[in-house]
C-alpha cells in the first residue's frame, strides 16, 4: 500500500467511524423521543438529515490534530470528538439559517422551510413561515444540547477543567459572538466609519468562522491526545491562516460561486447583506456612486438578479475580487509555511497539507 | 432560632450564593467576550439581566433535593447545579419569547424587543425586528452552552455517564420537544381530534414543564447527592404532580392573570394560540358555536380586548376554569400526599411543602 492509500483509507475509516457513531447516537435518542410521541420524529428527521451531508472538514481537523499529536489510528475518543463536532456544526447552520433567512442548504430546503413545508402540506392553522422558524429554532437547541452531550462522551479527557472541554467551551462561546458581530455588521456597518470597515470584516472572519472551522477543531484533536501546549501553538499558526483563507474564499463563493456547485442560489450573501472582506474592499477601493449603490442595495430581500450582477461587476472592476484573491494566497502561503515548520510524522502531515489544498482552493 | 427561621435562612443562603455563582461565572465570560470586542456587550448584559430575576424554583427544587438525600448546607456543588438550571431557564426563556413572539418578559422586554429597540435607537439599518430576533436567537445559543459549562463546573458528581448528567441530558431533550409540541398542537390542534384535545394538552404540560421545572431539578439535586433510586421515584410521585398543578396555574395567569402582577399583557396565552387544558375543556364543554368562536380567534394577532374578554367569559361559563381548578387541586393534593409518604428530614420536607405552597397558589 503507497503512502497516498494508506492516508485514503484511513481517512475513510475515521469518516466512516464517525458517520456509525452519528447515527448509533441519534438512533439512541430518538428511542426518548419516541417515549413522548411520534410527533417529534420530523425534529429528529431533520437533525439527521444534516448530518448526513457535509464536508466533514472540523471532524477532520480533529482527526488528524489527534494523529499528529501521536494519538491512535481510529481510536473511539476522537470518533466521538469527531461526532461531536458534526453535531455542533448541524445546530450551527440550522440557527444560521433562520438568521439569514436561507431557504436552501446544500441544495435542499433548510431546517426552517421544511418545517413550513411541512406545515404547508398539512394545511394546519395560522402562519407556516412563524411555525417553521419556531420549529428550527427548538431543533438548533436539541442538536446543541447533543453536540455536547457526544463531547461529554469522550469522557476522562474532555472531563470538567480539561484542556480538551476548554478548547470546546472556547469554541462554541467565540462562534456566536462571531456570528453577533456579523449580524451587527449588517445593520450597524452602513453608518459606521468606513475605514474601519475591512478590519471590522477580518475580526468577523475570525471569530465567527476561522478559529471554529479549523483552529480550534484541530487543537481540540491535538488536547485530546495529549499533544504539548507548544505543538497546540504551532497547529495554530497553521490552522488559523488556513481558517482565514477557508472564509475568504466562501465569501468570494457567496458572491461568484456557481448555484449548481455551492447548493446555494447566487449572489446569496448579497441579498442577505453580509458586509464581507470583499465586500469592505469594494466599498473601499470603488467609485462613491458606485459604494453607495453597494450600500443602497445590500441586503434589501427585492434584490434583483440585475443588482447582484451590478454589484459583481463592481466588486470585480474595483479590484476587491483581485485583493481578496491576493489575500487568500498570503493566509494560504502563511498556513503551509506554518505547516512544514510542524515537527509531525509524514502521515498527518500529509493529511493537513491536503485539507489545506481542498479547502482553499474548493468551489462549494 | 425557630426552625421557620432556619429554613428561612438556610433558603437565603443558597440564593444568595446561587446569585454570586452566577455574578462570578458571567464575569469570566465576559472577560472573553471583551477580549473579542465590546460590541457583544449588550448580549452579555441580556442573561445577566434575565438571570437576576425570576423566582428560583428549579434551582431550589435541586437544593432541597440535594438536602433530602442527606448533602451538606451550602455545599459548592448544588449551588453550581443550581446556577447551571438558572443558566438552562434563560436559555431556554430566551427563545420561548422568540417563539411566541412575547414581547414583555417579568415587566421588561423581553431580549428579542431589547435588541430591536437597541436597533431603532442607534438608527442602523435594514429591519429592526428581524435583528432583534437574530441577536436573540444567539443570545440563547450562548446561554444555553454556559448552562452546560456551569453544569460541567460541578466536577465529578457530574461527569460523562453521572445519573446527574443522565438527568440534565433527559431535562434538556424533554423540554426543548415538549416545547415543540405545544407549537404543533397550536397550528395542528385545529385540524386534529378534538376528542384527543385534553390529553394532548396534559401530555404537552408534562414535558415542556412538569417534569423541567421540578421533577428533573428535583431529582438533580437527590443524584448529585447520591441519593438512592428508591428517594429518587418517590421524589418523582411527588415532583410530577406538582409541576403539572404549576403548568396549569400558569394556564390559568395566562388567560385571567392580573398583568401587573404578572408582567404580561392580559391574555398573552390567547394571542399566543395556546391550547392549554384550560382551552381544550373549553372548546369540548362550551356550545358548539362558542367553541367555533375560540378556534376561530385564538392566536390571532388582531385579537381585541373585546375577543380576550369574550372568550374568558366561554371558559368561565363553560366549566372549565372550575374544571381546571378542581385538576389543579388533585394534583396539589396528590403531590402533598407523596411528599408525606417520603422518608424526608423534618427540614427539607417542610422546605419542599412550602415550595408545594407557594407553586400551586401563586398569583404571578
Redesign the interface.
Known sequence: MTAAEQLRNEQADFVAAVAGELTGFLTS?QG??SG??S??DP?MGSISNLVTGGKRLRALMCYWGWRGAGGEAGAAEVVTAGAALELFQA?ALI?DD??D?SDTRRGGPSVHRRFSQL?ES?????DSE??G???A??????C??FS??AF?????R????SRA?LIF??M???V??????D??E??????RDRAGAVSRAQ?IIR?KSAKYSTEHPLALGGALAGGTNDLLRGYSAFALPLGEAFQLRDDVLGVFGDPLTTGKPAGDDLRE?KRTVLVALALDQAAPAESEFIDARL?SPDLTDGDVQEIRRIIEDSGALQATEVLIGEYGAAAYEALEALDLDELPKTALRRLAEATVSRAS
Chains 1, 2 share one sequence.
Not at 474532555?158 to 477543567?161: C, D, V
Not at 456566536?176 to 458581530?181: E, T
Open positions: 435518542r426518548i423521543m413522548i410521541s410527533d417529534i425534529i445546530a440557527h433562520i438568521i433567512r406545515h398539512q394545511g394546519w392553522a395560522l412563524r411555525f422558524q419556531a420549529a429554532i427548538l431543533a438548533g437547541d436539541l446543541l444540547s455536547e452531550e461529554t462522551d469522550i469522557g476522562d474532555a472531563a470538567s477543567g472541554r467551551n472556547l462554541r462561546a467565540e456566536m459572538a462571531g456570528q453577533y458581530l449580524i451587527l449588517e445593520v450597524a456597518g452602513p453608518v475580526s471569530f447583506g441586503g
